[in-house]
Nanobody, 117 residues
Framework: QVQLVESGGGLVQPGGNLRVSCVGS??????????MSWWRQAPGKERELVAIIFGNTNTNYTDSVKGRFTISRDNAKETVDLQMNNLKPEDTAVYYCRAEVVGRIYWGQGTRVTVSS
C-alpha cells in the first residue's frame, strides 16, 4: 500500500518562499513509474492541480503558479518536492501530494501553507 507523507508547510509572509516535500513508501515496482503531483485546496474551494511531474520528468503547472513554483523528484529517495517562491495570499491552502500509476491514485494527508502578513 502506497503511503505519502507531506511536510514543510507553515506560515510565510507575502513574497516569501517555502518548500514542501513528500516522501513515499510502499510503491509497487519502481517509483519512476508513478506520475507525482501536488494539489491544493483553499477554504471553500475545490481541490486543484498545482503541478505535476511525470515519470519521464516532464512537468506541467497551473497558470497561476508558472514562474514561481518548481516541482522536482528524486527517484532514488522516492520523494517529490514543490519549491514555492514569491508566495501570494491566494496561495494559502492545504497542499496534497498525489501518486498515480495505471489508474491507481494515492493521496497524502496534506500540509497547510498560510501566506499572510
Amino acid at each position: 500500500q502506497v503511503q505519502l507523507v507531506e511536510s514543510g508547510g507553515g506560515l510565510v509572509q507575502p513574497g516569501g518562499n517555502l518548500r514542501v516535500s513528500c516522501v513515499g513508501s510502499g510503491f509497487t515496482g519502481t517509483f519512476r513509474w508513478y506520475d507525482m503531483s501536488w494539489w491544493r485546496q483553499a477554504p471553500g474551494k475545490e481541490r486543484e492541480l498545482v503541478a505535476i511531474i511525470f515519470g519521464n520528468t516532464n512537468t506541467n503547472y497551473t497558470d497561476s503558479v508558472k514562474g514561481r513554483f518548481t516541482i522536482s523528484r528524486d527517484n532514488a529517495k522516492e520523494t517529490v518536492d514543490l519549491q514555492m517562491n514569491n508566495l501570494k495570499p491566494e496561495d494559502t491552502a492545504v497542499y496534497y501530494c498525489r501518486a498515480e500509476v495505471v489508474g491507481r491514485i494515492y493521496w497524502g494527508q496534506g500540509t497547510r501553507v498560510t501566506v499572510s502578513s
